[in-house]
């Protein structure tokens, strides 16, 4: 914890961000008590403490960013992980979507690229004691056909197109979340819906988040 900032302290910021979540339009009881029990401020540089709750992003190991916790629920609104069985996460990143999904899903199976990131964030969920989270070092866009199909597929960062290899994980009736366009523009958040061999898109609102390419997992 950075000196001057207390347990208190931490726990008025959270309140401050479940009040700015509600304001947002986000009203999904399950979505918001992860957000309330997962503590942010574990999963950001100890340096950065003080800013988890503020809607900037946050610099991480790798050259890789922390995306606000409200860019963050933009995604997993249209991803309804709430019940799901089975969830795959495409970018670890600093681990804090992954904690939150794990408070809503039974399993979640997290790849980062960077092993750096990979490592970081198992110490994280095992110190805070999440243990439906597996974390894996290696590409994610491939996605992960031994333990297919899942119900939910997230990305966290951008891609150029759907990743259709990927999007064929889905089990049917399953939801992808991901945000697709430039990397230098803003991007469409397209929810795909699995419905036996079909798909179904529809965009949901619109973000801006680094790429997410073969060569760089970038995870929130």
């Known amino acids: 914890m950075k000196r ?11 309140a401050g961000l479940i009040l700015n979540l509600r304001q947002l339009g986000i009203t999904d009881p399950e979505i918001l008590r992860a957000f309330e029990t997962v503590p942010h401020e574990k999963f950001v540089p100890e340096d950065f403490g003080e800013y988890a709750y503020r809607e900037s992003s946050l610099p991480l190991e790798c050259g890789q960013s922390i995306t606000a916790p409200g860019l963050l629920a933009q995604l997993l609104v249209p991803l309804a992980p709430q019940g799901t069985n089975k969830v795959l996460e495409v970018g670890t990143g600093s681990g804090y979507s992954a904690a939150l999904l794990s408070r809503m899903a039974r399993r979640v199976f997290s790849i980062e690229k960077y092993r750096v990131l990979a490592s970081s964030a198992q110490t994280r969920w095992q110190a805070q004691g999440y243990t439906n989270i597996i974390g894996l070092n290696e590409d994610g866009l491939p996605g992960l056909e031994q333990q297919a199909p899942f119900e939910r597929i997230l990305l966290t960062g951008s891609v150029g197109e759907v990743p259709e290899d990927l999007v064929e994980q889905l089990a049917d009736g399953g939801i992808a979340v991901m945000a697709v366009g430039s990397p230098s523009e803003r991007q469409a958040i397209l929810r795909i819906e699995r419905a036996d061999d079909s798909f179904i898109e529809t965009e949901t609102g619109t973000v801006r988040l680094p790429p997410l390419s073969p060569g760089r997992a970038r995870g929130l």
């Open 4 to 14: 001057g900032t207390s347990v208190t302290d931490y726990w008025e910021a959270r």
